[in-house]
C-alpha cells in the first residue's frame, strides 16, 4: 500500500492508504472530537461527535471509520459540523443524569470537556422523557450506573474484543437500549472477571470502582488498629498522573510520603512481596521441572487471569501455581511473621493494599486467603482511590519531598518492580531459576525477549541442557490462544505468565483515566512500563532471591521456599466456576 495526499482544513497531509479521516487529521494536529471510538476496543462510528464534511460526499461522514482517498478534501469544524456535535451533545445530556458535581469523573469526563468546548451547558432536549435505572453495586469491584451511560459502547468493547469474556453487552432496542448482562443478571452473577477494563474505557461516570475509601479512613483513625499499606510495583508510574504530571512519571517517594501523610502506621512495599512470589514461584517450578510435576505452569499473580481460568478452563486448574498473589502474600506475611516477630496482635492489624487492579478487591474474599485465620489483605484501593484521599486531605503531592518505604518490609529489587509490565513476572522469575537450575551466577540480568506491549510473546532458553520455552500473554482474549494451544497439545511450554489486563498491571482497571484522545495515538501501557524498568536497571540489587529481608525471613521463620510453613501461609488453591453470560 502506498502514500496518499489529503487536504484537512486546508492543510495537506501525506498518509498511509487506508488512513482514516480521524487519523489524517491527528497527522495535521487537529483533534476530531470522539466518544465512542477507542483505537483496537471499539471503532464501531456510534457517537457521531466526529462527523465531518468530505467535498464531494452525500452529508456528513463519520471520520473515526471514514478511509481517505487521494486528493480529498475535508473540513473538520464547519459551521454545520459544529452545530450537528452541539445537537448531538444536546440530546446525549437530554438522557443523562447530570449530577457532575458528585460524580467521580468530574474533570476527567470526556463527554464533560466537550460539552465544553462546544459550549453545551444544558439540553434543549432535557424536558423529555427519561431513562431512570437502579445502579448496580452487586460486583465487589465494579458499579454499574447507566444513568450516566451514553451508550457509546466502549465497555463492550473492551470486554468483547480486549478481554473475549462478553459478559456485557446491549439488551432491548431504540430509546430503551441500555448497556447490561444477559437478561439483565447483576453483573455478579456473571463470569465478569473483575479486570475493570470496561472502566478504563469508559468516557464518563458509568463504571466505577467500588469505593473503600471510608472504612479504610475510619480504620487509620481508629486508636486500637495498626493499619499497614502496602503499594503495588505499577501504582508508583501511575498516580501522578492523577495530579497533572506526564503519563508514567515515577513518584514512588511522593507516594510514600503521601501515604505516611495520610495516617498509615506503616508504608510497605508490595515490591517486597513480588521477590517473596518469585522465590516461591520459581522454586514450585523447578520442582514441577525436575520431579516430572504438571507443565506448562501458569503464573497466578492476575486474579482477573484467575477467575477467566476458573470459569473457562478449569480443566487445566492443575497448571496453575498455587502462590498466593503478591497481594496476597503481603497481606499473609504482615499478619504472620510480622505480627509474631514485632508482637502485635494479629486482631489489631489492618491491611490495606494500592493497586491498579480493580480484581484485586474480588481477590481479598477468595477462599483459602486468611494465612493466620483473618483474611490476609482488608481492603484494597485502587490508584484512583488513592489520588482520592490524597487530594481530600489537602496534601501538595507534586511537591511533597520523597521519602523511604518503612522497613522490613519496604525493601525489594529490581525483580519485584518490574512485576507491573507484561513480561516483567516472567523475566523476574527467568533471573531466580536460571541461577537455580544451572548453579551459576546469571551475568546479563535483561530478558529481552518477554518485554514488550505485544500480546503474545515467546521465547526459548537452553540451560545446561535443560530447555525452557516460555510464553506470556496480556489481556484475555490473547490468553484464550494460548490456552486453547495447551489445551490442545500444542505448543511445549514449560512456564506461562498470563496478565488480564493488556500491557499487564500498569494499564489495570484501576490505574488514573486517559482520554481516548491521548490513548488513541499513544502506548500509554508502555510510556508506564519504561519507569518501571528504569527503576529496575538502577537498583542495586536485581534478583529476587537476593533480597536480604527475604532470605532472613527464610532463616527466622519459614525455613526454605516451598517447606510446610511457607505453603500454608503463601500458597492457596483454585475452584471450578460456571460460565453464565
Known amino acids: 500500500m502506498g502514500d496518499i495526499r489529503v487536504t484537512i482544513d486546508n492543510i495537506d497531509v501525506t498518509v498511509p492508504e487506508g488512513t482514516t479521516l480521524y487519523e489524517a487529521a491527528h497527522v495535521a ?3 476530531i472530537p470522539t466518544l465512542c471510538y477507542l483505537k483496537g476496543v471499539n471503532e464501531i462510528g456510534a457517537c457521531r461527535m466526529c462527523l465531518c464534511e468530505v467535498e464531494g460526499a452525500r452529508g456528513l461522514v463519520t471520520s473515526c471509520v471514514y478511509p481517505c482517498t487521494d486528493g480529498m478534501v475535508a473540513h473538520t469544524h464547519t459551521d454545520k459540523v459544529v452545530q450537528s456535535r452541539r445537537t448531538t451533545l ?64 466502549r465497555c463492550i468493547g473492551a470486554c468483547t474484543n480486549l478481554q473475549g469474556i462478553t459478559a456485557i453487552g446491549t439488551n432491548e432496542r431504540g430509546f430503551d437500549t441500555y448497556v447490561g448482562s444477559a437478561f439483565g443478571m447483576p453483573l455478579s452473577e456473571t463470569s465478569c472477571v473483575n479486570c ?14 467500588k469505593d473503600s475509601t471510608a472504612e479504610v479512613k475510619a480504620a487509620i483513625e481508629d486508636p486500637d488498629k495498626v493499619v499497614i499499606v502496602q503499594a503495588a510495583p505499577s501504582t508508583r508510574v501511575g498516580l501522578g498522573e492523577c495530579f497533572g504530571l506526564p503519563i508514567g512519571t515515577e513518584c514512588e517517594g511522593q507516594m510514600s510520603a503521601a501515604l505516611h501523610r495520610l495516617g498509615f502506621d506503616k508504608v510497605f512495599d508490595t515490591n517486597f512481596s513480588a521477590d517473596l512470589t518469585i522465590v516461591e514461584e520459581a522454586n514450585e517450578l523447578i520442582e514441577r521441572v525436575q520431579n516430572g510435576g504438571v507443565l506448562p505452569m501458569f503464573t497466578s499473580c492476575s486474579p482477573g487471569w484467575v477467575k477467566y481460568c476458573e470459569h473457562y478452563y478449569p480443566d487445566l486448574l492443575p497448571h496453575m501455581s498455587s502462590c498466593k498473589s503478591p497481594q496476597q502474600m503481603f497481606g499473609a506475611v504482615t499478619k504472620t511473621y510480622y505480627a509474631e516477630t514485632m508482637g502485635i496482635p494479629v486482631e489489631k492489624i489492618v491491611s490495606v493494599s494500592i493497586m491498579p487492579c480493580t480484581a484485586k478487591k474480588f481477590e481479598l474474599g ?25 487530594k481530600e486531605a489537602g496534601i501538595d503531592f507534586v511537591n511533597l519531598p520523597e521519602e523511604p518505604y518503612d522497613n522490613p ?22 533471573r531466580t531459576a536460571v541461577e537455580k537450575i544451572t548453579g551459576e551466577e546469571l551475568i546479563d540480568l535483561e530478558f529481552k525477549d518477554v518485554r514488550g506491549t505485544e500480546g503474545i510473546k515467546e521465547a526459548s532458553y537452553d540451560l545446561n541442557g535443560t530447555t525452557v520455552k516460555v510464553a506470556v500473554a496480556s489481556g484475555l482474549a490473547n490468553a484464550r490462544k494460548v490456552m486453547d494451544m ?8 514449560t512456564f506461562i ?41 538502577n537498583a542495586p540489587l536485581r534478583k529476587s532471591h537476593e533480597n536480604p529481608v527475604i532470605v532472613k525471613m527464610y532463616e527466622d521463620y519459614f525455613g526454605e521456599p516451598g517447606s510446610e510453613k511457607a505453603h500454608h501461609a503463601l500458597h492457596t488453591s483454585y475452584v471450578k466456576r460456571r460460565v453464565n453470560q
Open 409 to 430: 518490609l519496604g525493601e525489594y529489587t529490581g525483580a519485584g518492580v518490574i512485576f507491573g509490565a507484561t513480561g516483567g513476572v516472567m523475566e523476574a522469575a527467568l
Open 196 to 209: 475493570g477494563q470496561c472502566i478504563v474505557a469508559c468516557p464518563v461516570g458509568a463504571l466505577y470502582e
Open 90 to 153: 444536546q440530546l446525549i445530556l437530554s438522557d443523562h443524569d447530570q449530577d457532575c458535581l458528585a460524580c467521580g469523573r468530574s474533570g476527567s469526563c470526556e463527554l464533560q470537556e466537550l460539552c465544553t468546548r462546544y459550549g453545551v451547558e444544558q439540553s434543549h432536549y432535557y424536558d423529555g422523557k427519561k431513562n431512570e435505572y437502579e445502579i448496580d453495586s452487586s460486583s465487589p469491584s465494579i458499579v454499574r450506573n447507566n444513568n450516566k451511560c451514553i451508550l457509546c459502547r
Open 486 to 493: 495447551v489445551r490442545a497439545g500444542e505448543g511445549d511450554y
Open 366 to 390: 477468595r477462599d483459602d486467603q486468611a494465612a493466620a485465620g483473618y483474611q490476609d489483605v482488608d481492603y484494597a484501593l485502587t490508584t484512583r482511590e488513592l489520588a482520592r484521599m490524597i
Open 497 to 537: 505468565e498470563i496478565m488480564a489486563c493488556p500491557g499487564g498491571c500498569v494499564n489495570g482497571g484501576g490505574q488514573p483515566h486517559v482520554p481516548a484522545k491521548i490513548r488513541n495515538f499513544n502506548d500509554v501501557r508502555a510510556i508506564r512500563a519504561k519507569g518501571l524498568y528504569t527503576l529496575d536497571k
Open 29 to 31: 494536529g487537529i483533534d
